[in-house]
């Protein structure tokens, strides 16, 4: 949470002239909730078995863009949690590139904390994230093909992850 992935992927995939996905937009849109809405009403688990689905249609072209047709190339910013399920790394590295963004803590910290959009966020302690955010470094580090220093601004991660991408075609 709060490493830019959003930010940076959507960079990246405008300069590669390809679609963008934010997951997380994508599962309230499907759903029709926000996602603090989501974890109220039905709890953290229900959002994980929509996250997978939501994995799975967009990495088996089941996903349909504004016009309608499948987007065969598309750059996917994940939630935060999603690749801590070993299934959906799976799902992920089966039908693409997967990218860490590696971003110090700190940074993460200043940029969720409190924010009501991120209910594992929100009014959660300081001490409480980073040991969250220590136990998804070292899954994210696990499951994810490529690493990306993101401590540096967006038009830099956003070359880096086109570099890998290009690399990889």
Do not use: W
Request: proline share 4%.
């Amino acid at each position: 949470m709060g490493c830019g992935k959003t930010s940076a992927g959507r960079l990246a995939a405008d300069k590669l002239r390809m679609a963008f996905i934010d997951l997380d937009v994508y599962i309230s849109e499907q759903a029709q909730l926000t996602i603090p809405e989501i974890f109220a009403q039905h709890g953290e688990p229900h959002f994980r078995k929509l996250e997978t689905a939501a994995i799975s249609e967009i990495v088996s072209g089941l996903y349909f863009g504004e016009a309608g047709s499948p987007l065969m190339a598309s750059l996917v910013a994940l939630g935060g949690g999603a690749i801590i399920n070993p299934d959906n790394a799976e799902i992920i590295n089966s039908g693409g590139i997967s990218i860490f963004l590696d971003v110090d803590f700190s940074t993460c910290y200043e940029r969720i904390k409190n924010d009501p959009n991120r209910p594992l966020a929100y009014n959660s302690e300081r001490s409480k994230l980073e040991e969250l955010y220590i136990n998804r470094k070292r899954i994210y580090t696990e499951h994810s093909q490529f690493a990306v220093d993101g401590n540096a601004n967006l038009n830099t991660i956003a070359e880096r992850i086109i570099k890998i991408y290009n690399a990889d075609i």
